[in-house]
């Protein structure tokens, strides 16, 4: 089991930043890959992020290219999700998740590969 708590939303304004934080426990950190997803109203949830074990390789939907970053913290087991140049488009519940890889350098970006889930922190971008 992998406990996930988000934290680190709010509302901004656009062009601002926000970091989102994912802290887990009930496993070694260093033995899940961790991703990112948000929902906004309306919609379904969509991927934004993902980065490996190793924290050594990450993956971003196209949208959030080159204004989000995601990395990972395996001492403190938690991983961020830093968001640059937050556009009103942005805004939703972003969740983080979790699942147990045997690969090292391997990422995971479709919602169905992930087993353990956050209950989300609210991001609202204002124009």
């Known amino acids: 089991q992998v406990q996930l708590v988000e934290s680190g939303g709010g509302l901004v304004q656009a062009g601002d930043s926000l970091r989102l934080s994912c802290a887990a426990s009930g496993r070694t950190f260093s033995s899940v890959a961790m991703g990112w997803f948000r929902q906004a109203p309306g919609k379904e949830r969509e991927f934004v992020a993902a980065i490996s074990r190793s924290g050594g390789y990450t993956y971003y939907a196209d949208s959030v290219k080159g204004r989000f970053t995601n990395s990972r913290d395996n001492a403190k087991s938690t991983v961020y999700l830093q968001m640059n140049s937050l556009k009103p488009e942005d805004t939703a519940v972003y969740y983080c998740?979790?699942?147990?890889?045997?690969?090292?350098?391997?990422?995971?970006?479709?919602?169905?590969?992930?087993?353990?889930w956050g209950r989300g922190t609210q991001v609202t971008v204002s124009s």
């Open positions: 998740a979790a699942r147990v890889s045997s690969f090292s350098d391997f990422y995971y970006y479709r919602d169905r590969e992930y087993v353990y």
